[in-house]
């Protein structure tokens, strides 16, 4: 089973900055095949990127990811007010698929 | 429109049982994989299970292999989990999603497991 490390556990930062998130998996990650997810309280996720670093649709382009092999990323160009939230990656490339147990995002 | 429709949770004893349903429509539900995911209250997403497109290829979390089976009916689009043998740390909600990096996710539904 891979195991995806992010970091850190708890950002806290000011609407207008640029934040970078990171997920580190255990072993390789299959033809990148690593999303992103966005959470708000009482609410399902929201696929953000898909194939380490495709918007999905309807995704600001604010929202980006880079990464390859174990080394993920997504950055966040510009906070909104509505990026508040708890971010997770995922990896899809092997079975069993998992998740890292997330980022959240708060307002300094 | 895309939708996803959950239904089945509910309190359920240590030892017992449930059957989650999952209604799809607004998309050609036999050409994608579904995926089950859970969330304990107030904890992190846990990938559960997920299902290929004719029911052919069927994975699993190791804390739940053996005890949960998930099944489709691509004619009446329809995703399927089978719990048994239900234990505390089951009590999560469990969202039924679309595809394996999941663009459509239900609702959710709240499974509580306690006697």
């Known amino acids: 089973e891979i195991v995806l490390t992010q970091s850190p556990g708890t950002l806290s930062l000011s609407p207008g900055e640029r934040v970078t998130l990171s997920c580190r998996a255990s072993?390789?990650?299959?033809?990148?095949?690593l999303a992103w997810y966005q959470q708000k309280p009482g609410q399902a996720p929201r696929l953000l990127i898909h194939?380490?670093?495709s918007r999905a649709t309807g995704i600001p382009d604010r929202f980006s990811g880079s990464g390859s092999g174990t080394d993920f990323t997504l950055t966040i160009s510009r906070l909104e007010p509505e990026d508040f939230a708890v971010y997770y990656c995922q990896q899809y490339g092997s079975a069993p698929n998992t998740f890292g147990q997330g980022t959240k995002l708060e307002i300094k | 429109e895309v939708q996803l429709v959950e239904s089945g949770g509910g309190l359920v004893q240590p030892g017992g049982s449930l059957r989650l349903s999952c209604a799809a429509s607004?998309?050609?539900?036999?050409?994608?994989?579904m995926t089950w995911v859970r969330q304990a209250p107030g904890k992190g997403l846990e990938w559960v299970a997920n299902i290929n497109q004719d029911g052919s290829a069927k994975y699993y979390v190791d804390s739940v292999k053996g005890r949960f089976t998930i099944s489709r009916d691509n004619a009446k689009n329809s995703l399927f989990l089978q719990m048994n043998s239900l234990r505390a740390e089951d009590t999560a909600v469990y969202y039924c999603?679309?595809?394996?990096?999941?663009?459509?996710w239900g609702q959710g539904t709240l499974v509580t497991v306690s006697s």
């Open positions: 999603g679309r595809s394996n990096a999941v663009d459509c």
């Open positions: 607004g998309f050609t539900f036999n050409s994608y994989w």
């Open positions: 194939g380490a670093s």
């Open positions: 072993q390789s990650v299959r033809s990148s095949y």
